[in-house]
Each structure stands twice: as structure tokens, then as C-alpha cells.
């Protein structure tokens, strides 16, 4: 009740070791206006992408809106819920983990230990216009939906790559490249950056104008 649909897979009794994550759940919810996930206790970390519509979070009693693109990111060991706002359908992908104690075939000595700490900073992080990290999220749901050969490899690069992606969003240094300091003679990275920034963009591109400022 309250749900358009619902594609949610956990694994709470036996986590999924992929590298330097264990996975204990991931989905997409799409729900009606007003709808509530019920405030539970934050076991596992957890990024939530919007993909359509508005909403809130409330992380220990603080109240966060939620917009079309914005990334959540909720640490262990704090209160959480869910809310749609009145106006709209609320839609978005999320992921819960925890870092492995053991890393395996991973990113490298140090990785699980080096993100979990960056992850611990804060209760709470929100990221505004994340619009790159849908495509990988879709792409690892879209695997659980097929499972077909090298499906759990491809999961596990996904789900690293939201992870990494998510928290390096956080870091204010990070900028999108200028190519204003090219040389006259050489168009190609400019035409390139242009290409991928359609292509990461598509479902939330805005205008022209706005599309030349991000790329300088």
C-alpha cells in the first residue's frame, strides 16, 4: 500500500562480499505522495540517489528535503526515515553496505579502511545535481533483474563505483575540468567533454547555457 512498485533485494542473513563491500541490500522504490518509511535504526550505510520527485529524510529527528538528483548519504548508528512529499510521486535507488573487514581482491591495501573512515565523518551528507551516479545504479539493479554470466563481477564494480562516486562527490576540491585554457588548434577534448556530459546528463540536462558553464 503506497507503493507504485518496489524492486528491493536484501540480504540481511548473508551479505554479498563484493571487494571492499558487503552488500545487504539494494532497490528502487517509487511511491505515492505522502508515503513513509517507517523510522528504523541504521544498521548499514546507506546512499539513496532521487530519481524523480520530492521528499524528506530524517536523520536523528532532522528534517532533510530530497529533489530530483540530490545523493543521501546516512552513516551507521542513527535514526532514519522516509517521507514523499504531498506533490509528488517519490522515486529513488538506494544501496545499504558495510565496509569488509577483509578486503579480498578489492581496490588495494587500505581502501575498505580509508572509505570507512570518510564515511563516519558525519551523520549525514547531501549532495545537490548527483545526476551521474543514476547510470550505475540502474545498470547494478538491472543485473540482479537478468543475472546472466559475469552478473556478480559487474555487480561488485557497480556498487564500488557508488560508493566511491558518492563520497567523492563530498569533496569540495573536485571540479568539472576546464577546457578554456586549451589551445586554439585542438577541439577534440572540448568536443569530448561536451559528448560525455550529454551522454552522463541525459535524463536531467537543462539548457545550453547552463550545460557551458559546468564544462568552463
Same mark, same amino acid.
Given at each position: 500500500?503506497?507503493? $507504485?512498485?518496489?524492486?528491493?533485494?536484501?540480504?540481511?542473513?548473508?551479505?554479498?562480499?563484493?571487494?571492499?563491500?558487503?552488500?545487504?541490500?539494494?532497490?528502487?522504490?517509487?511511491?505515492?505522495?505522502?508515503?513513509?518509511?517507517?523510522? $528504523?535504526?541504521?544498521?548499514?550505510?546507506?546512499?539513496?540517489?532521487?530519481?524523480?520527485?520530492?521528499?524528506?529524510?530524517?536523520?536523528?529527528?532532522?528534517?532533510?528535503?530530497?529533489?530530483?538528483?540530490?545523493?543521501?548519504?546516512? #552513516?551507521?548508528?542513527?535514526? $532514519?526515515?522516509?517521507?514523499?512529499?504531498?506533490?509528488?510521486?517519490?522515486?529513488?535507488?538506494?544501496?545499504?553496505?558495510?565496509?569488509?573487514?577483509?578486503?579480498?581482491?578489492?581496490?588495494?591495501?587500505?581502501?575498505?579502511?580509508?572509505?570507512?573512515?570518510?564515511?563516519?565523518?558525519?551523520?549525514?551528507?547531501?549532495?545537490?545535481?548527483?545526476?551521474?551516479?543514476?547510470?550505475?545504479?540502474?545498470?547494478?539493479?538491472?543485473?540482479?533483474?537478468?543475472?546472466?554470466?559475469? #552478473?556478480?563481477?559487474?555487480?561488485?564494480?557497480?556498487?564500488?563505483?557508488?560508493?566511491?562516486?558518492?563520497?567523492?562527490?563530498?569533496?569540495?576540491?573536485?571540479?568539472?575540468?576546464?577546457?578554456?585554457?586549451?589551445?586554439?588548434?585542438?577541439?577534440?577534448?572540448?568536443?569530448?567533454?561536451?559528448?560525455?556530459?550529454?551522454?552522463?546528463?541525459?535524463?536531467?540536462?537543462?539548457?545550453?547555457?547552463?550545460?557551458?558553464?559546468?564544462?568552463?
Amino acid at each position: 500500500i503506497g507503493k $507504485h512498485f518496489h524492486f528491493d533485494k536484501n540480504f540481511w542473513s548473508c551479505p554479498i562480499r563484493l571487494g571492499v563491500l558487503d552488500l545487504y541490500q539494494i532497490g528502487e522504490l517509487c511511491c505515492e505522495r505522502g508515503f513513509k518509511v517507517d523510522r $528504523h535504526a541504521q544498521s548499514v550505510y546507506e546512499i539513496t540517489y532521487v530519481i524523480s520527485g520530492n521528499g524528506f529524510s530524517y536523520t536523528d529527528g532532522e528534517k532533510i528535503p530530497l529533489t530530483k538528483g540530490d545523493i543521501l548519504i546516512n #552513516s551507521v548508528g542513527h535514526w $532514519h526515515a522516509m517521507e514523499a512529499a504531498e506533490t509528488d510521486i517519490f522515486r529513488y535507488a538506494y544501496i545499504g553496505f558495510l565496509f569488509s573487514e577483509e578486503e579480498g581482491e578489492g581496490l588495494g591495501d587500505g581502501a575498505a579502511a580509508g572509505l570507512k573512515k570518510r564515511y563516519d565523518e558525519k551523520p549525514w551528507r547531501l549532495l545537490k545535481n548527483q545526476s551521474d551516479i543514476f547510470l550505475p545504479f540502474m545498470q547494478c539493479i538491472d543485473e540482479f533483474y537478468t543475472q546472466t554470466i559475469y #552478473s556478480r563481477r559487474m555487480i561488485r564494480n557497480y556498487c564500488e563505483a557508488i560508493v566511491i562516486m558518492a563520497i567523492r562527490g563530498t569533496d569540495s576540491t573536485q571540479k568539472v575540468p576546464s577546457h578554456t585554457s586549451q589551445r586554439p588548434q585542438s577541439d577534440r577534448p572540448a568536443v569530448y567533454a561536451a559528448i560525455r556530459y550529454v551522454e552522463e546528463n541525459i535524463f536531467t540536462i537543462g539548457t545550453i547555457q547552463k550545460m557551458a558553464q559546468d564544462l568552463g
